[in-house]
């Protein structure tokens, strides 16, 4: 089976040539609610933890603003420096940046006055994910660190189509999501 850091790369290369071939008026369709199926798995007025997406990921801030609306308290990670753990803090404002700053790896994250929370619902980022759900994430641990220390989290997954694997090599520390969405289809939720 291919390593961890090997599948990362085929799986982030497919991930950028696939994006790169969304037309623009494709992408500003794509991840605009969560599939109802999902949407009943959600506590009302959980806090829902989501993610700054870079330009290749699947992007997240279409769902902060539907749950913003719908009466939920929205949170993004946040790092006080490259060594630390991750925590989340809350966004206010989900439909700008007004109150994120650069973190240490580069996105933006709330800055240190925003309130530390515990999502109650997390979608998760990632690189690769099988139809049973398993994960392969970035490879600095950090989701999976977390998730071990909130084992009642409802995790979700958001990918392109083009990341699901048949398999992935796991590793005892490996958290498995609940769901993953992508454009196409609902994994994990019926």
């Keep these: ?5 090997e599948l990362r790369q085929q799986l982030k290369a497919a991930r950028k040539a696939h994006v790169a071939a969304l037309p623009e008026t494709i992408l500003g369709l794509l991840f605009r609610q969560p599939p109802a199926p999902l949407l009943k798995q959600i506590p009302e007025g959980a806090t829902i933890g989501l993610y700054r ?8 801030s279409r769902y902060a603003a539907h749950f913003l ?24 404002d989900p439909f700008g940046d007004s109150d994120l700053e650069p973190g240490p790896y580069g996105l ?17 980022p990632l690189v690769g994910f099988t139809a049973d759900c398993q994960r392969l994430g970035q490879g ?7 998730l071990a220390d ?15 694997c048949d398999s ?17 289809r609902l994994y994990g939720v019926s």
Excluded: N
């Excluded at 609306?69 to 925590?87: K, Q, S, T, V, Y």
């Design 150 to 164: 909130q084992p009642d989290t409802l995790t979700i997954g958001l990918a392109w189509d083009c990341q699901l």
């Design 69 to 92: 609306e719908a009466g939920h308290r929205i949170a993004l990670p946040r790092f006080a420096d490259r060594a630390g753990a991750m925590e989340f803090a809350v966004w206010s």
């Design 1 to 5: 089976m291919t390593s961890k850091a």
């Design 168 to 184: 992935l090599p796991l590793e005892p520390h490996d958290v498995p999501l609940r769901a993953v969405v992508t454009p196409t």
């Design 140 to 146: 600095g641990g950090h989701y999976d660190r977390w």
């Design 108 to 124: 933006l994250q709330p800055g240190p006055e925003a309130d530390t929370v515990v999502p109650e619902v997390l979608f998760v």
């Design 53 to 60: 997406a870079t330009p290749v990921e699947a992007p997240a």
